[in-house]
């Protein structure tokens, strides 16, 4: 991991086997989130993991599982210093992970893990991840309502890869609907034209499945959601929707709340109100 700075804790990497009593269920959900979703922040794992405990514990339960081997860690350099510890799966936490998932459920490699430090998606990934946070906050503060499931980029390619990669697939629950929605992060780097073009693989997935697809455009910005949705809004219809927030609008009023734009309009719609749109038939 070669853009990071240097880490100077001591570690003992320990077998799986003996672990047997140092490992709580909440470390073994660390584990595999982090092999799911490739990289997280401290403040990533704190949210989603340890939500009712302060920052200086669950800073010391990580770099205790850091010690154990379990979990890498690297802070990515940049002009106004280093950033906060990134946190990616280790080797001892792979063979840990494979004895609860099965060996089959878990795929690692060292060089894959290392090379996300250096990796150009890494902002993409995170993004991802940050979308993560804010449905499983949002579920959590939003009375009725449960993230049911979510879906990260590999397994959904392997499901639904024939007709298009979402980036995850996002099953919510709230007073008996259901939503069923895609999200797509955008970072600003694809043409236009190109996020255009993704929803031409929605459609089909939409005619293969019989099932409305429903896509979620998160952006970095007003300007960018606005030209998004001029080039979204003619290829959206009621079998495979567009709708655009930016990564603020999931902050507040959250993926839950008054945060989607129609492609098509102005107004902002509810998750739920999304779902009312798009029914599966």
């Not at 205790?64 to 002009?79: A, V």
């Not at 043409?191 to 997935?205: E, F, I, N, S, W």
């Not at 219809?237 to 655009?244: I, P, T, V």
Request: net charge positive.
């Amino acid at each position: 991991m070669s853009r990071q700075a240097k880490d100077q804790v001591e570690r003992t990497p320990m077998r799986p086997s003996s672990l047997a009593g140092r490992i709580m269920p909440r470390d073994l959900q660390v584990l595999g989130g982090l092999h799911d979703h490739k990289v997280m922040t401290t403040e990533h794992l704190h949210r989603l993991y340890f939500p009712e405990v302060g920052e200086r514990s669950v800073r010391l339960r990580l770099r205790k599982l850091h010690g154990y081997g379990l979990l890498d860690r690297f802070r990515p350099l940049s002009l106004r210093g280093s950033n906060p510890y990134h946190w990616v799966l280790g080797s001892a936490g792979a063979r840990l992970l494979a004895r609860e998932r099965g060996a089959e459920g878990v795929s690692y490699r060292f060089e894959r893990v290392a090379g996300v430090a250096d990796s150009p998606r890494l902002g993409h990934m995170l993004g991802l991840v940050d979308c993560l946070v804010a449905f499983t906050t949002a579920a959590r503060s939003t009375p009725g309502a449960e993230l049911v499931q979510w879906l990260n980029e590999a397994e959904c390619a392997r499901r639904w890869g024939r007709h298009t990669r979402p980036d995850a697939y996002v099953r919510w629950q709230q007073d008996g609907t259901e939503a069923h929605v895609f999200v797509e992060y955008d970072t600003g780097s694809e043409p236009l034209a190109a996020v255009r073009d993704k929803m031409t693989g929605y459609a089909d997935l939409a005619r293969a499945t019989r099932f409305p697809s429903v896509v979620l455009f998160v952006v970095h910005s007003r300007i960018r959601e606005a030209n998004l949705a001029g080039v979204l809004a003619p290829r959206s219809s009621s079998r495979a929707g567009a709708y655009l927030a930016t990564y603020a609008d999931l902050a507040g009023p959250g993926p839950a709340g008054a945060a989607w734009r129609p492609a098509h309009s102005q107004d902002r719609l509810t998750l739920m109100q999304l779902a009312g749109r798009h029914p599966i038939d």
